[in-house]
């Protein structure tokens, strides 16, 4: 199939869809929420009732033919407010983590959980930054240990610059197997809701998009049943093997999860980059000085033409 920029009818329905609901819903909650710094559950759970936030809308646009349906919801969000785009989205993260390298079985069972119902909405989390480990996944120090007799993992670590992070039901965390290989012996763990060990550190202050709660995760000997491991362990046991014997690894967790939502983090900028601009726009067709608007000074005229 050829690529083709220019928007189908259904991608064009959902854009005016989600562009409603941020006019209409977002952007009138937006300075509230980024003042209180708390996640808007409210308007997560609007969200919600009307199918927006959903696993199936997530899917459905994951799965849209061109490729644009994503974006172009996510464009919308954070039009209407990062802070509050990022609450509704950031399950997306871990979702995509999922879906990157679990199992069918894993996905139908820990997809619903991180969405929850209108009723009951829950969130997940992506746990891969640590404070000496961001981009740089190679210096991840999380640790993984499989407990043959009980069938178990135990991960230990802290996490940081975690959307969601300690608030979330579920939570996916990049630990290394094999810290002797690099990335190259890390894997991807789904933490069930209220697994014993997990909790949150600190929950950081920000300077912007202040609505999405990010935090520290601390995991003190947190047991997971081996079904956890995404991918199952079968497949571990064989990308180790090879890797051992100086063949390639055939991808890395993280990065994988990473590659898979960069377009829509991109759309997102655009999103934040056409709100700016029509502020600007429109404070510079309101503002007065010396008798006229500051628009109609050529110097501004101008920055607004870069924008």
Sequence with gaps: M??????????REVRDWVHEFARDVIRPAGAEW????????PV??????????SLDFFAQQ????????LPVAFEELFWGDAGIGLSIVGTGLAAAALAS???PEQMG???????????????????????????????????????????????NGVKTWATNGGIASVHVVVASVDPSLGTRGQAS?????????????????KHGIRASHTAEVILDDVRVPGRCLLGGKEKLDERLARVRAGARAGGQAAMRTFETT???VAAMAVGIARAAFEYARDYAGEREQFGRKIGENQAVAFLLADM
């Design 44 to 53: 997560i759970q609007e969200a919600a009732k009307i199918g927006l936030y």
């Design 62 to 69: 994951w799965f849209e033919e061109s490729g644009l349906g």
């Design 101 to 103: 390298n679990g199992t």
């Design 109 to 155: 069972e820990w997809l619903p959980e991180m969405f929850g119902t209108p009723d009951d909405v829950r969130l997940g989390a992506f746990c891969s930054s640590e404070p000496d480990a961001g981009s740089d996944v190679g210096a991840i120090r999380t640790r993984a240990v499989y407990d043959e007799a009980a069938d178990e993992w135990v991960l």
């Design 189 to 205: 763990f789904v933490v069930p809701p209220g697994a014993p060990g997990l909790s949150q550190g600190q929950k950081f202050r």
């Design 262 to 264: 960069r377009p829509t």
């Design 34 to 41: 980024d003042e209180r710094e708390e996640t808007p559950w």
């Design 2 to 11: 050829t690529f083709c920029p220019e928007l189908s009818d259904d991608v």
